[in-house]
């Protein structure tokens, strides 16, 4: 059974960066896409961008370019996602979930969210 | 941009209730549409990928069918458990576009 687990919940002053974690269960990462979407209070979901595990690769939202960095460490088959320049608007449940390697935006798997409030 | 607009954004229906969504894309995305499912505080859970097929171990009063910019999704019986918000997505080109989400709720 394939298994996200997130990074706990974050506060954050405007103008900071927060920096979510995503572990993938088993050999799972290497097998997958991963992506990060983000669902603000009681708005839709919003797609920020994805990495190739394997090869490192990403590719972002227009509206997150310059903001938001996504890595990988395969040795510990954990994913990651930096936003900075922080603001309010950014308060947000950030999900991470994963899609196969053979059909890389076929979302499958959802890690269990990370809220992130933005708060001076 | 893909948009996905969903309807209604909230239903009520009894227990038992046949219940319908619909999904529209403002492009072809051919059949590249899921249904999940999302309860309070928790994470989504695919339902329905390929517009149609049904993710292993979910129960087969959930349904989907289209293709091309019109979709639907179906409780065929309505159960306690299915007191969530479900949403589309289409996945046919980045960024991954959502649906606005349908809440549903018992009368």
């Known amino acids: 059974q394939e298994q996200l687990v997130q990074s706990g919940a974050e506060v954050k002053q405007p103008g900071a960066s927060v920096k979510v974690s995503c572990k993938a269960s088993?050999?799972?990462?290497?097998?997958?896409?991963i992506h990060w979407v983000r669902q603000a209070p009681g708005q839709g979901f919003e797609w920020m961008g994805r990495i190739n595990p394997n090869s490192g690769g990403t590719k972002y939202a227009q509206k997150f370019q310059g903001r938001v960095t996504i890595t990988r460490d395969t040795s510990i088959s954990t994913a990651y996602m930096e936003l900075s320049g922080l603001r309010s608007d950014d308060t947000a449940v950030y999900y991470c979930?994963?899609?196969?390697?053979?059909?890389?935006?076929?979302?499958?798997?959802w890690g269990q969210g990370t809220l992130v409030t933005v708060s001076s | 941009d893909i948009q996905m607009t969903q309807s209604p954004s909230s239903l009520s229906a009894s227990v038992g209730d046949r219940v319908n969504i619909s999904c529209r894309a403002s492009?072809?995305?051919?059949?590249?549409l899921s249904w999940s499912q999302q309860k309070p505080g928790k994470a989504p859970k695919l339902l329905i990928y390929?517009?149609?097929t049904l993710e292993t171990g979910v129960p087969s009063r959930f349904s989907g069918s289209g293709s091309g910019t019109h979709f639907s999704f179906t409780i065929s019986s309505l159960q306690p458990e299915d007191i969530a918000t479900y949403f589309c997505?289409?996945?046919?080109?980045?960024?991954?576009?959502f649906g606005g989400g349908t809440k549903v709720e018992t009368k």
């Open positions: 997505q289409q996945y046919d080109t980045v960024p991954l576009t």
């Open positions: 088993g050999n799972s990462l290497s097998a997958s896409y």
């Open positions: 390929s517009a149609s």
């Open positions: 492009q072809d995305i051919s059949t590249f």
């Open positions: 979930a994963r899609a196969p390697q053979w059909l890389i935006l076929r979302v499958d798997h």
